[in-house]
């Protein structure tokens, strides 16, 4: 499926870039600018500085002078209005839009575009009633304005989870609990040293141990943190030593 994002009547260059760097860290690259202000608006400074590295996505992309020129090869068009129309299509937001646009059993799009106004006045009312919905991204009743390059990065996100999304990337090792020997020795380590220290009555034990037992085991903790629990008994055990002295 095909995905393309149009800018119709941008102002600003700053905000072809931030299009076009919102696209590429979420997959996408066929980006269309339907009559700019500025002609040369994917060779200016502020749009090169503002894409931060996305200039694959800028030299991809193209600049026509007519919506119908933007929207050849698209059959799914998804307007985006902040404001509510009494007329045109329905207005529903990306999440609940995508879901029901892929949801199983039925015929998918070949290609689906993202139509974006002016940033001043917004989407022409004629080219709203040319899609096939008007999203609308939720926000605080009281403040809804939002940037282009923000609504871009906000459907871009929405429009990818739905096609699966990407895998958070972790660098943090998994965890790995210490097994059962490991555990007990340790314990067994923190009975000594809590005896030395008169905390633990040997006589007279209640139920100090298995208590601590099940607090690490759900604690889980590793092989390292185990060393840890152990320096900590090895020192409690000198301590005593030391006042017993």
């Known amino acids: 499926m095909r995905t393309r994002f149009v800018l119709i009547r941008t102002s600003h260059a700053g905000n072809v870039g931030a299009a076009a760097r919102a696209m590429k860290v979420m997959g996408f690259d066929d980006l269309v600018l339907v009559a700019p202000r500025w002609p040369n608006v994917l060779r200016r400074q502020e749009t090169i500085q503002r894409a931060s590295g996305a200039l694959d996505v800028l030299e991809k992309a193209r600049i026509v002078e ?17 404001v509510a129309r009494d007329f045109g299509p329905p207005t529903r937001a990306p999440r609940p839009h995508f879901e029901t646009l892929l949801a199983p059993g039925t015929a998918r799009p070949g290609g689906v575009a993202f139509l974006f106004g002016s940033e001043r006045f917004g989407m022409a009312n004629e080219d709203v009633y040319r899609c096939n919905v008007a999203m609308s991204i939720p926000t605080n009743p009281q403040f809804g304005s939002l940037n282009l390059g923000a609504a871009i990065q906000v459907v871009a996100y929405e429009w990818r989870q739905a096609l699966g999304g990407y895998a958070v990337q972790s660098n943090t090792a998994e965890h790995q609990p210490a097994d059962a020997r490991q555990l007990g020795g340790m314990l067994e380590h923190w009975r000594e040293a809590l005896i030395a220290l008169d905390y633990l ?13 099940q607090l690490f085991n759900r604690a889980q903790p590793s092989a390292e943190e185990i060393h840890i629990l152990r320096g900590i008994a090895k020192a409690m055990l000198k301590a005593a030593e030391r006042a017993n002295r």
């Open 66 to 82: 007519t919506l119908d020129e933007a929207l050849d090869g698209m059959d799914h068009l998804c307007a985006t209005a902040m």
């Open 201 to 213: 009555d040997p006589a007279a034990p209640k139920k100090l141990m298995p208590r601590l037992n």
